[in-house]
């Protein structure tokens, strides 16, 4: 994302959030060198956006079981009229959902991996 030196330094995305970095990484995609590049960027970050919601919300959540196979993860819950700072979302964990969710972190990773 820049150029800098790294060798024997802390890079400037150490210990940073995911969205921090997904967001860092929107903000130059006005210097790819093709429109092609520039959409494909923006696309891959708003569907990194969306499966981090999720990821999130599985591993910092409140899971509310349904079913034996079907739970919701739900984060940013309000209580009696509590006023939350971040807005609450949520995560259908499914099987289904799950598995398509892995294929999703994954296609990401491919794509990283391809540049």
Same mark, same amino acid.
């Given at each position: 994302?820049?150029?800098e030196?790294?060798?024997?330094v802390?890079?400037? +995305?150490?210990a940073?959030s995911?969205? *921090?970095?997904?967001?860092?990484?929107?903000?130059?995609?006005?210097?790819?060198? #093709? =429109?092609?590049?520039?959409?494909?960027?923006?696309?891959w970050?708003?569907?990194?956006?969306?499966?981090?919601?999720?990821?999130?919300?599985?591993?910092?959540?409140q899971?509310?079981?349904y +079913?034996e196979?079907?739970?919701?993860? *739900?984060?940013?819950?309000?209580?009696?009229?509590?006023?939350?700072g971040?807005? #609450? =979302?949520?995560?259908?964990a499914?099987k289904?959902?799950?598995?398509?969710?892995?294929?999703?972190?994954?296609?990401?990773?491919h794509?990283?991996?391809m540049?």
């Amino acid at each position: 994302m820049s150029e800098e030196e790294v060798e024997g330094v802390k890079p400037t +995305t150490d210990a940073k959030s995911v969205s *921090i970095l997904i967001n860092r990484l929107e903000t130059l995609v006005s210097r790819a060198p #093709s =429109r092609d590049i520039r959409q494909a960027i923006k696309e891959w970050c708003s569907i990194a956006k969306d499966a981090y919601v999720c990821r999130n919300a599985v591993v910092h959540g409140q899971r509310i079981s349904y +079913t034996e196979n079907e739970h919701t993860f *739900i984060t940013n819950t309000g209580y009696h009229g509590e006023l939350r700072g971040r807005k #609450s =979302r949520s995560f259908l964990a499914t099987k289904n959902n799950c598995k398509m969710l892995a294929e999703v972190f994954g296609l990401l990773d491919h794509v990283i991996l391809m540049v």
